[in-house]
């Protein structure tokens, strides 16, 4: 497996200097009276928006949650390392988020019993796409619409038995996504995905204080695994609240599990937040995203569905605001 995550880190690194932020662009009124609340694609009815999920019009992060709440969530995986890490977050009573790369899922044919084993650990398993090519960017050919529904189709399959309740959520890769993106998305069964999630903490490390594991395993700006968690806890601390962005298959060496990396910086850090009286939640129960899923939990505070902007912001990738944008008001 590990062979295909050294070729993810290099792609994370070439985007990282092409450009780094993405741009999301927000949607209009009539997107958003297009996607209602209705997995169907019948209009819903008036008020009729528990129960029901859909794409959103820009993104969603932690800006609803409680302050010293997080929602720790993992990227790319699974990865070597991926059952310690889910064995040991439920240890500390901690249910997290994995948005898993298809194509990880699939490399050494053991995925399917790496899923299983997160569900037991009472985790989330979410969408990352197939093959982690950005959706929305020309490089290095833009996707048609039929491949970008099918880098959601081909995870959608490889996951569904394992997501519990109609709970499907879905992250972008670089956090790139668009209007074009939404409505293509939108006109098919994938819509059923809530999305997309992002994050506010973990997405880079250039300014100060900031975090992004990918970034502390690189050369050039390696990091050692307390180094990187420190960077972590700094971040956390500035923000105050949120979804946490991490990357369960990667090591300070790739293709060497023993050397370090993200799994043991979780093992760092998990204590060092519930000494500062962290709280964890799982992504799913993040205020503003259980609101758009089967059971239609009330939101609380900001709503958090964020339209986009240039600026960073928190996300590192993408931008966040905080107008409490949401089609299930």
């Not at 295909?4 to 009124?29: F, H, M, P, Q, Y």
């Not at 209007?179 to 819509?191: G, I, Q, R, S």
């Not at 370090?260 to 760092?268: E, I, P």
Request: charge should be negative; glycine fraction near 12%; proline fraction near 6%.
């Amino acid at each position: 497996m590990m062979h295909v995550a050294e070729n993810k880190v290099s792609s994370i690194g070439r985007a990282t200097r092409a450009g780094g932020v993405a741009t999301v662009l927000a949607l209009s009124l009539a997107a958003i009276a297009h996607a209602g609340c209705s997995k169907s694609g019948a209009a819903p009815a008036e008020n009729d928006c528990t129960a029901s999920q859909a794409l959103t019009n820009g993104v969603l992060t932690g800006a609803s949650m409680p302050l010293k709440s997080l929602a720790l969530t993992f990227d790319d995986g699974p990865g070597a390392r991926t059952i310690e890490l889910s064995q040991y977050l439920k240890s500390q009573g901690i249910r997290a988020g994995f948005f898993v790369w298809g194509q990880a899922v699939k490399n050494d044919g053991s995925g399917s019993s790496v899923l299983e084993q997160l569900i037991a650990d009472g985790h989330l398993i979410a969408n990352h796409t197939e093959t982690h090519r950005s959706l929305t960017q020309h490089q290095p050919a833009v996707l048609t619409d039929a491949e970008i529904v099918d880098e959601l189709r081909q995870v959608d399959t490889a996951i569904s038995p394992f997501v519990k309740d109609g709970k499907f959520l879905f992250r972008p890769p670089y956090g790139h996504f668009d209007a074009k993106t939404f409505d293509v998305l939108e006109k098919t069964d994938m819509k059923k995905y809530v999305g997309p999630i992002l994050w506010d903490v973990g997405g880079t490390m250039a300014p100060p204080n900031r975090a992004a594991d990918t970034e502390c395993w690189k050369p050039g700006t390696l990091q050692t695994v307390t180094g990187c968690g420190d960077l972590y806890l700094k971040e956390i601390d500035n923000v105050g609240k949120g979804i946490v962005l991490m990357h369960d298959p990667y090591f300070i060496e790739q293709g060497n599990p023993e050397s370090g990396g993200t799994y043991q910086m979780v093992q760092y850090i998990v204590p060092k937040l519930k000494e500062k009286g962290y709280t964890f939640m799982r992504v799913d129960e993040v205020p503003a995203i259980a609101k758009l899923l089967p059971g239609g939990a009330g939101a609380t505070g900001d709503a958090g569905v964020d339209e986009a902007t240039t600026d960073p912001g928190q996300t590192g990738e993408s931008s966040s605001g905080t107008d409490g944008t949401n089609p299930c008001p």
